[in-house]
């Protein structure tokens, strides 16, 4: 179960984000909920949903009934499993589908599940391409429904108060924003077979650096739930681990031989947004060390270091002011807040109003990185 506080969208939130404000229609709940796809991180959108007052998780399909009913018995859930995804589209009483597949098989689920109406929560990467991307968003923009991406690290604590004091002008206009996802990529991953791959992952950037260039967006941007727009990149990929079989294990500590990654192990990228902000955000997937996901701000009137502070509203500060929070620490998805994503997403349908982490948003992030890897076949900036 995920031991994440619930975040509840903050009225301001609403406003901010609403176009359809004198259109809100009556929503019965709760709401019924169809998680596609029965892998790890599954686990954390059904506690999820359990957890809110206004769903109700109503079937579970994955690539096998036998998954499926797994999972269902795990949580205790007596609900239609299926291996069949249209017959559980066709399921009565879905309002909302969880993809929750490999990333290569989202655009068609996505696709899919708009056309039949439904609204979607969509696991990070949300695709394979830009192509795939804008044919997700054009379905879903067709059929009207909600979207919600889980970039979940907007909702980790730290990052919920550091937006707070950014939009609060803690550290006055921010002009440099940092962030890098640090972490060995081996088959201590229930992903790894499919992810290390160029077909199926893509890029470390694509499979989980994608975290860290949203993270770069989110705090590039002032406003408590606004995210910069990016306007032109450069990047460089590298390396040691190459297409070497030796994996290191973060968990235990220890090394084995495995099979390789597809693709650099190594990248980084430099980010101009249109508000001026410039970014760098890495990812590396060699690093021999315990998961580490650091965040850097800097304002003309203070800096942010993790969850470390130096502002103007302390003026006889000689240190590093602390402040106690949950730390995107972990790449365990049970220390991931889901909750509060699930619980913002429901608020955002039963309101009517569009999340500040929907589809049409999520692009931005892939686009950065898709846009890296155009940079590295021709050497060049890229303009977005």
């Known amino acids: 179960m995920n031991n994440q506080p619930k975040t509840q969208t ?8 609403s176009k ?18 029965a892998g790890w991180v599954s686990t954390q959108h059904i506690a999820a949903f359990a957890a809110n007052p206004n769903t109700e998780v109503v079937a579970i399909s994955s690539r096998t009934v036998k998954g499926a009913r797994q999972r269902a018995a795990e949580f205790g859930l007596d609900v239609p499993c299926f291996e069949d995804y249209a017959a559980a589209l066709a399921q009565p009483g879905v309002d909302i589908i969880s993809i929750c597949t490999p990333q290569h098989l989202h655009a068609e689920h996505v696709i899919a599940a708009a056309d039949a109406g439904k609204h979607v929560v969509i696991e990070k990467p949300a695709a394979q391409s830009m192509a795939e991307l804008h044919a997700m968003q054009a379905a879903i923009s ?18 919920v108060k550091l937006k707070q004091m950014s939009a609060a002008g803690d550290f006055g206009e921010i002009f440099c924003v940092e ?9 201590w991953w229930g992903g790894f077979s499919l992810g290390r791959t160029l077909a ?14 949203d993270a770069l967006r989110w705090f590039a941007a002032q406003g408590e739930f606004e995210a910069a727009d990016p306007i032109e990149i450069f990047a460089y990929e590298g390396g040691k681990r190459g297409r070497s079989t030796t994996q290191y294990n973060p968990v235990t500590n220890s090394w084995h031989e495995g099979e390789p990654l597809e693709y650099a192990g190594v990248e980084m990228i430099l980010v101009k947004f249109s508000n001026g902000v410039l970014g760098k955000v890495g990812v590396n997937f060699e690093c ?12 003309d009137q203070g800096s942010a270091k993790d969850n470390k502070i130096w ?18 620490d972990s790449a365990d998805v049970s220390h991931h807040p889901f909750q509060g994503e699930i619980d913002h997403f429901v608020n955002c349908i039963q309101n009517n109003v569009e999340s500040h982490c929907n589809l049409a948003d999520a692009i931005k992030t892939h686009a950065i990185v898709f846009a890296a890897q155009e940079c590295y076949r021709t050497g060049r900036p890229v303009g977005l």
């Open 10 to 17: 903050p009225k301001s939130q609403m406003s901010n984000q």
């Open 20 to 37: 359809t404000q004198n259109h809100k229609s009556k929503i019965q709940t709760p709401l019924g909920v169809l998680i596609h796809g």
């Open 142 to 159: 067709r059929a009207g429904v909600k979207s919600v991406v889980s970039f979940v690290l907007r909702w980790n604590p730290m990052f």
């Open 179 to 187: 962030t890098d996802y640090q972490s060995y990529s081996g088959d």
């Open 200 to 213: 199926k992952g893509g890029s470390a950037m694509l499979v989980a650096g994608c975290h860290a260039i």
């Open 288 to 299: 021999i060390q315990p998961y580490r996901f650091p965040v850097q701000i800097f304002g």
């Open 311 to 328: 502002s103007h509203r302390y003026p006889e500060q000689r240190d590093w002011i602390e402040f106690d929070t949950i730390r995107p």
